[in-house]
T-cell receptor, first 113, second 109 residues
Framework: EPEVTQTPSHQVTQMGQEVILRCVPI?????FYWYRQILGQKVEFLVS????????KSEIFDDQFSVERPDGSNFTLKIRSTKLEDSAMYFC???????????FGSGTQLSVL | AQRVTQPEKLLSVFKGAPVELKCNYS??????LFWYVQYSRQRLQLLLR??SRESIKGFTADLNKGETSFHLKKPFAQEEDSAMYYC???????????FGRGTSLIVHP
């Protein structure tokens, strides 16, 4: 099955800095998701993106977060001003159809110092 | 709101022993339940889902609506089963699965 590639695999940043996490799914996939997992906690939904628009977002996904698909291929998650509590593993996922399973990327480990 | 509970953070067994990873959910309607697995240094991937009624790598899971459970079972654990296992719930109102916190399964030789 086609893979979802995430870059970088690790990102270290200073508190207050902006970070952009990238996901490279196959171009004909329509449904994309970002999840995160803080160490020792559950995998939490952040946002879903369908047909180049946000379709759903969680309470976690506040004004500090944004997503876009600027070139029709890469799917990015931007955190405008990182906080210590943003340190987590961030997973991108895609889905080919309404009732299909999720395929996850390998994740980006974000560490905010 | 729906919730998924995996009461055990860690489950440690010996090779050949039976395994049961517990998952309970709270949702009043008809849910769709999944088990995802993450092996060391690999991505999260679907193991099985209740609507398929399948057995994958010897694992099975039965949806018990009366007990609101979807426990994952395997009669004889193998070392290669060592991984993080996540139970997930999806409801009719959303295509977005809600995950539990995960259970780390360690199978000793």
């Amino acid at each position: 099955e086609p893979e979802v590639t995430q870059t970088p695999s690790h990102q270290v940043t200073q508190m207050g800095q902006e970070v952009i996490l990238r996901c490279v799914p196959i171009s004909n996939h329509l449904y994309f998701y970002w999840y995160r997992q803080i160490l020792g906690q559950k995998v939490e939904f952040l946002v879903s993106f369908y047909n180049n628009e946000i379709s759903e977002k969680s309470e976690i996904f506040d004004d500090q977060f944004s997503v876009e698909r600027p070139d029709g291929s890469n799917f990015t998650l931007k955190i405008r001003s990182t906080k210590l509590e943003d340190s987590a593993m961030y997973f991108c996922a895609r889905r080919t159809g309404a009732h299909e399973k999720l395929f996850f990327g390998s994740g980006t480990q974000l560490s905010v110092l | 709101a729906q919730r998924v509970t995996q009461p055990e953070k860690l489950l440690s067994v010996f090779k050949g022993a039976p395994v049961e990873l517990k998952c309970n959910y709270s949702y009043s309607g008809s849910p769709e339940l999944f088990w995802y697995v993450q092996y060391s240094r690999q991505r999260l991937q679907l193991l099985l889902r209740h609507i398929s009624r399948e057995s994958i790598k010897g694992f099975t899971a039965d949806l018990n609506k009366g007990e609101t459970s979807f426990h994952l079972k395997k009669p004889f654990a193998q070392e290669e089963d060592s991984a993080m296992y996540y139970c997930a719930l999806r409801t009719g109102g959303s295509y977005i699965p809600t995950f539990g916190r995960g259970t780390s399964l360690i199978v000793h030789p």
